[in-house]
């Protein structure tokens, strides 16, 4: 049942919290969230509604990244451009 995609792994841990994305071409196609869940609706519907992060891809694959941070800052700066796309 592991199933490792076509794509690159970002990931970055803090303290106990832990965010593992798969990166494709200009989506992200899958994600891990361990510890706070608060990113996890915003990856959701980026996952889901297949995003283009292009702007941020090099951002988030950067050594020591902080993810969370860059996701948060890309969904509030679009949410309002893909917000007819969330359920």
């Given amino acids: 049942w592991r ?12 303290n106990s919290d832990r965010l593992r994305l798969y990166i494709r071409q200009n989506t992200i196609v899958g994600a891990l969230v361990m510890g706070r869940q608060d990113i996890s ?5 980026l996952i889901r509604s297949k995003i283009d992060i292009s702007a941020v891809r090099s951002a ?3 050594p020591e990244a902080d993810l969370t941070a860059i996701i948060q800052q890309f969904w509030q700066e679009h949410y309002h451009q893909y917000a ?4």
């Fill in 3 to 14: 199933y490792m995609p076509d794509a690159v792994v970002a990931q970055t841990n803090h």
């Fill in 41 to 45: 609706r915003p990856l959701q519907h």
């Fill in 60 to 62: 988030l694959l950067a």
């Fill in 84 to 87: 007819f796309k969330i359920p």
